[in-house]
């Protein structure tokens, strides 16, 4: 067990091997009156893993596959696997996780403790509605093994619950299985918001859809952008199915992507106006169109080395605002958001739209509807101005029954979260929370912010 100091939000990080050294942890800081929170791979895009002045339980070290069965296609997992890990040993027997995030570095842990989704949650749901069952430490010590069946309320309260109702120790997942390690992906520009959510809707044989909205397109054009649908190839490989291997090795790729991230900082701004227009055009002038085989793993993950680009592009990051909601009232906000956000100056620098459908889980973000998700640059002179933009088109969300996700919204303030899922959802989970954690052992700079002003 290692212990250190982290500077930008104070705190102890420990690093565990086993669930040994986390009940050392948790009496530790007992002794010392500190609240604890576990830390998977650091991708959430908010306070969810932080705990300034308390202590973190980064269980990364915890990475060992317990089981396989490749037979069945059921995997039980450490919190720490993650699922570039979980792929490399099932998918040479022909099995794929049900629902992934558009990062394989993200740990099993982080991924039930947020209930991620992937560009099929409209068919597959969310991460939590593949799992079989959770084994939990709660804060008194005890072991706990969760099943939907077992304890129904408790198990749906876990996923997605941030952590905050203790540590998951282990992971049984249901695998799906999967004709090929190839996909055939095929792209559509779509001239407005309307004809995107009716290809939407349209594609509901895909495996995968997504759609990228061009949001510096105004007038006429606001809204206009490409959908992608993807569908599994129907081949046989009796060899097994491989992960891609890198046609450039990984730190030249890293290299590469952070020259190019710093020489373009410049013009971010024109050259993202020409990129999106560009790559819009260019999706028209070739039409629908197929493109042949493309890897499975490479068309749902980014690379890693973009994330190195990502931070020279953007040094000071980006604020992300995504919002779920019921599909009558999508697309009058979606194009209330887009031309807001371009009357105030501040264009999003990406935009994606993807399709959900509600889950079982009590504090869940997915109802039937679309997303959006829009990425804003952070300039700190405006940050301010553009979060009370923000706050303002909340209250639409709200106001038309719709909701946010914990993993990347970071101005949810307790007031607006109960508006969101409700009075009951939130009393439901801080009764649950009283009832197995009454000393507040779990807790992060998001339960502070979104959870703890409702219990005084
Ligand atoms: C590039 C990128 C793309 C993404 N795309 C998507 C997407 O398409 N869909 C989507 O849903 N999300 C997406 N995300 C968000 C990401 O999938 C989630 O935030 C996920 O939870 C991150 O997992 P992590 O291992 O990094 O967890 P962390 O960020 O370290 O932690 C997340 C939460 O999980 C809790 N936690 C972690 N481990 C445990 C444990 N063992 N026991 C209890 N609680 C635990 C933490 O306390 C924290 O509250 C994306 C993130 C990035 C960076």
Redesign the pocket.
């Known amino acids: 067990m290692s212990w250190s100091m982290t500077k930008q939000f104070p705190c102890y990080a420990c690093k565990v091997r086993d669930v040994a050294e986390i009940m050392e942890v948790l009496t530790i800081a007992r002794m010392y009156g500190l609240s604890v929170?576990?830390?998977?791979?650091?991708?959430?895009?908010t306070d969810?893993?932080l705990n300034t002045d308390g202590v973190i339980i980064d269980?990364t070290n915890?990475r060992r596959i317990l089981s396989w069965n490749p037979e069945q296609g059921i995997m039980q997992v450490e919190?720490?696997v993650?699922l570039r890990d979980l792929v490399r040993v099932a998918m040479p027997d022909g099995w794929w996780p049900p629902v992934?995030?558009?990062?394989a570095?993200?740990?099993i842990?982080?991924?039930?403790?947020?209930?991620?989704?992937?560009?099929n949650a409209w068919k597959n749901g969310?991460?939590g509605e593949h799992l079989l069952s959770l084994t939990?430490l709660l804060a008194n010590g005890q072991m706990l093994t969760l099943s939907p069946i077992s304890h129904p309320e408790l198990f749906h309260a876990f996923v997605g619950s941030?952590?905050?109702l203790?540590?998951?120790?282990s992971v049984t997942l249901q695998l799906q299985r999967i004709p090929s390690e190839h996909v055939n992906v095929r792209v559509q520009p779509a001239a407005s918001l309307s004809e995107i959510l009716r290809i939407l809707h349209e594609e509901q044989c895909a495996d995968y859809l997504e759609a990228w909205v061009d949001a510096f397109a105004s007038g006429r054009s606001l809204g206009r952008g490409i959908v992608t649908s993807t569908a599994f190839c129907d081949e046989r490989n009796d060899t097994g199915l491989r992960l891609p291997t890198p046609h450039i090795p990984e730190h030249f790729q890293e290299g590469l992507t952070r020259y190019i991230g710093t020489t373009c900082r410049p013009f971010l701004k024109s050259g993202a106006r020409i990129a999106n227009q560009g790559m819009y055009w260019w999706s028209k002038w070739r039409g629908s169109e197929h493109i042949g085989h493309q890897s499975l793993f490479r068309s749902l993950f980014?690379p890693p080395a973009?994330?190195t680009g990502y931070r020279a592009l953007l040094p000071q990051g980006t604020e992300t605002f995504q919002v779920f909601v019921p599909f009558s009232q999508a697309e009058p906000l979606f194009h209330e958001i887009l031309h807001r956000s371009q009357d105030h100056h501040f264009i999003p620098l990406w935009c994606v739209i993807k399709q959900h459908s509600q889950d079982p889980f009590l504090l869940s973000y997915q109802v039937d509807g679309f997303s959006l998700e829009v990425n804003y640059q952070v300039v700190p002179q405006t940050v301010q101005q553009l979060r009370t933009m923000l706050l303002k088109l909340m209250d639409l969300v709200i106001a038309v029954g719709g909701r946010f996700?914990?993993?990347?919204d970071s101005l949810l303030t307790d007031i607006l979260y109960r508006r969101s899922v409700g009075d009951t959802a939130v009393e439901t989970f801080l009764h649950l929370k009283q009832m197995y954690d009454p000393e507040m052992l779990f807790q992060?700079d998001?339960f502070r912010r979104v959870f703890q002003i409702s219990l005084q």
């Open positions: 929170i576990a830390h998977g791979a650091g991708h959430s895009y969810a893993a269980v915890m919190p720490g993650t992934t995030p558009s990062t570095d993200v740990t842990g982080g991924c039930v403790a947020m209930n991620v989704h992937g560009k969310s991460f939990v941030a952590g905050l203790g540590i998951i120790i980014y973009i994330f996700y914990l993993a990347k992060s998001l």
